[in-house]
């Protein structure tokens, strides 16, 4: 079963950069689409980027130009690099990915970040 462990997160000031890290246990031989997803306290989940296995890529809005997904040549390690940090990106990010038909799709623990003085 495949299993995602997120490392990465921490406090940071207003302005700074994290990376994300997310490993994932092993393979995926069908297309599939990786994600980070963010949940800030008494909100929602909410999409931040994807990569998919062709690699294509989305982000959310909020945060376009500043932060990038990517990963590595084997494909079991994804990446989140997280630059000109605000306090509204406060939240714990999760790790995704969803593969196969029907859909499975399999969650991280989640790693909590704080952007704070």
């Known amino acids: 079963q495949v299993q995602l462990v997120e490392s990465g997160g921490g406090l940071v000031q207003p302005g700074g950069s994290l990376r994300l890290s997310c490993a994932r246990s092993?393979?995926?031989?069908?297309?599939?689409?990786m994600g980070w997803y963010r949940q800030a306290p008494g909100r929602e989940r909410d999409l931040v980027a994807t990569i998919t296995s062709g690699g294509r890529t989305n982000y959310a809005d909020s945060v376009k130009g500043r932060f990038t997904i990517s990963n590595d040549k084997s494909d079991l390690k994804l990446y989140l690099q997280m630059n000109s940090l605000r306090t509204e990106d406060t939240a714990v990010y999760y790790c995704?990915?969803?593969?196969?038909?029907?859909?499975?799709?399999?969650w991280g623990q989640g790693t909590l970040v704080t952007v704070s003085t």
């Open positions: 092993e393979s995926i031989s069908t297309r599939y689409t």
């Open positions: 995704n990915v969803q593969f196969g038909s029907p859909s499975t799709s399999v």
